[in-house]
Structures are given as C-alpha cells and as structure tokens.
C-alpha cells in the first residue's frame, strides 16, 4: 500500500502566535481610542514593553465600559452588568492560567501577566472595585481608600511588574517604586474624580468623597482636594528618577500631562466643575511630552 507523502514542515508562525499577535493589536487600538494623553505618553515606552501596556489598558478599559459607558447604553441592567463583570473575571483568571481566551482583549493580558508575573492578587481588587461601582453609594474614607487601591494603584503595580520583568532590582529600590506607582496611580484617579465629576453625579449618581456634597462643592473643599492630589505627584514624582529607561520618559510625560490638569482644575471655580470637564489642548500636552523626554534623559545619564 502506497503511503501519502508527508508534508513539508512549516515554518509559518503556529496559531497561537498569529493568535495572540491579533490580540496585542486589538489592545493597541483601544488605548489610542480612548485615551488620547495615555496613547501619547506609551509612545514613548520602549518597544518591547509598549504591547505589555497597553494589554493592561486594554482589560482595564473594557471592564470600566461594563460599569460605566456603553453596556448601559446598549440597555443592559444593573444585574446584567454585574453579570458580564463577573463572568469578565472568571475568564481573566482562567486565562491567566491557561495561556488562552475566545476574549481577544482578556487573551492578550493574559499572556502579559504570566509573562511579567502579575496575578490575582492585583486583578482580583481591581474587580472588585469595578463591582463597587454598580452599587453607588456614597463612600466612607476606608471605602474610597479601597476602592482607590482597586481601581487605580493595582493599574500602576501592574505596569511597574511589566517595566521590571527580567530586571531585577534590589529590595528596598523596587519597595520605593512600588510606592511610587502606587501614589501615581491614586493622583491620576482622584484627578479624574474631580474633571469627571458633572458626568459621575450628574447622569450616574455617583459621589466618590466623603463629607462633600457634589452638587454643593465649595472653593475650599475643591482645594484641599487638589492639595492631597498634588501631594500624591509629589511622592509619585520622587521614584520616577530610579524608574528603568524602558519607562521613564512615558512615565514621566503621564506625571506631567496629570500635573498640568491638576493646575488647571486648581484655577477652575469649583462651581464650573459640574458642568465641563477640563482638558489639555494638544499643543499643551505635546510640550509636555517633549520636556519629559528632555529631562527623563538627563536623569538617565546622571544615574
């Protein structure tokens, strides 16, 4: 009996590699469609972890649209929304395991955190703030503690786990870091509370700060709020000269972009807060880049 010959090996990329390059490319696109300061800023990240970010964007991004933005728009109930949280999790962790998801977005964070060590010790309290979010009720100073190291610090313990995977560092350096991106992340979501705050209250009723009635804001009160932002980028800004060079300059361009809205929700009367949101012109945040590029370079070669 004749036999059929062999076919020639192939030497095209497997499947899961083609599949996974799909994946990293969908979460490419999010980052620059939703968020045009964090899309310039990851410009500036090293090539090698650039795709690792924006992974983390990308399952980040996907989980606040369930909570936030279009899942309610395309009618879905508070129940509905808990359910496709929940299920969002169940699969990032199965995912997280395997090295697979049918979920292009939840595929390509995946493989990022088993290739950089991130596990459900973050993406668990992540989740869990999400959660909070469908159940809006005003926040005790122990909640929005919480629910800021959820939403926010574990983001920026996520990237600093990308920015050090295969670079290891001595203890008491990746303790600072880890401090650092940790405060960076708590400044950038109390400032987004603050530019975001006609939409939180106004159409979703939500009320992140303790003792401050929204409606009612006053000048004093927006104030001291911006301080304990302020002293957030303060803190945050310290560690960013011990940052690797894969990350600094976009790290530091993040810290600026955020620093400028901070000063510019500052000069804002408090009362116009509930009824714009305030931005950074784009010439603005292209100078700002262009400065974070200047001066993470010299902190390079000073180190």
């Known amino acids: ?10 030497t095209a990329p497997t499947d899961l590699a083609t599949y996974t390059d799909a994946a990293h490319a969908g979460a490419a696109t999010i980052i620059h469609a939703y968020s ?25 991004r996907i989980a606040d649209e369930i909570v936030d933005g279009a899942a309610a728009e395309a ?4 129940d509905d929304q808990r359910a496709l949280l929940d299920a969002l999790e169940q699969d990032t ?3 997280m395991r395997t090295g697979y998801s049918a979920n292009l977005v939840v595929h390509s964070f995946a493989v990022t955190a088993r290739a950089t ?3 459900v010790d973050l993406t668990r309290p992540f989740f869990s703030s999400m959660r909070r979010d469908l159940s809006p009720v005003d926040f005790t100073a122990e909640e929005l503690r919480e629910y800021i190291y959820g939403s926010a610090e574990v983001v920026g313990l996520m990237c600093l786990k990308v920015f050090l995977a295969d670079r290891p560092v001595p203890e008491a350096s990746r303790l600072r870091l880890e401090a650092g991106a940790r405060r960076l992340g708590a400044a950038f979501q109390k400032i987004n509370f603050l530019r975001d705050l006609a939409v939180d209250w106004s159409e979703l009723g939500r009320s992140y700060f303790p003792g401050i009635d929204p409606a009612r804001l006053t000048e004093r ?16 800004a310290d560690a960013i000269p ?13 810290h600026g972009l955020f620093g400028e809205l901070s000063d510019r929700i500052r000069a804002t009367p408090a009362s116009e807060l509930l009824t714009r949101r ?14 974070a590029t200047v001066s993470s370079a010299r902190a390079g070669a000073s180190s």
């Open 242 to 254: 011990e940052l690797p060079d894969n990350c600094r300059r976009a790290i530091a361009a993040a």
């Open 117 to 119: 060590g991130i596990g």
């Open 1 to 10: 009996m004749t036999r059929a010959p062999e076919a020639p090996a192939s």
């Open 93 to 95: 962790e199965r995912a």
């Open 221 to 236: 009160q927006k104030l001291a709020l911006v301080v304990d932002i302020d002293c957030d980028l303060g803190a945050a």
């Open 36 to 60: 045009t300061s964090f899309g310039m800023a990851t410009r500036l990240l090293a090539p090698q972890v650039r795709p690792r970010v924006e992974d983390v964007y990308a399952l980040v």
């Open 75 to 78: 009618g879905l109930d508070l």
């Open 278 to 291: 305030i931005s950074v012109p784009t010439r603005v945040k292209l100078a700002i880049l262009a400065k």
